[in-house]
């Protein structure tokens, strides 16, 4: 999987009016959003369903555990 580039994530921001988005904001969105595709992706190699049929209380810490670096 590609990395989301923080600098496409401001630009795409600041293109669309959002001139309040920083550098710094720039790259935690950039990383929340990585993090969600390889939460998904997971998700969708998984044997078992996972996320796509979790509870909604424990959709968030699903969601977590997925996001964690594997390695």
Same mark, same amino acid.
């Given at each position: 999987?590609?990395?989301?580039?923080?600098?496409? !994530? &401001?630009?795409?921001?600041?293109?669309? #009016?959002?001139?309040? &988005?920083?550098?710094?904001?720039?790259?935690? !969105?950039?990383?929340?959003?990585?993090?969600?595709?390889?939460? !998904? =992706?997971?998700?969708?190699?998984?044997? *078992?369903? #996972?996320?796509? !049929?979790?509870?909604?209380?424990?959709?968030?810490? =699903?969601? *977590?555990?997925?996001?964690?670096?594997? #390695?």
């Amino acid at each position: 999987m590609r990395e989301i580039d923080s600098n496409a !994530v &401001l630009s795409l921001a600041r293109a669309q #009016g959002h001139d309040w &988005l920083d550098e710094a904001a720039a790259a935690r !969105v950039a990383a929340g959003a990585a993090a969600a595709t390889a939460a !998904v =992706t997971a998700t969708l190699r998984a044997i *078992e369903p #996972g996320l796509l !049929v979790a509870d909604a209380a424990d959709f968030l810490a =699903t969601l *977590e555990a997925l996001a964690e670096p594997r #390695g």
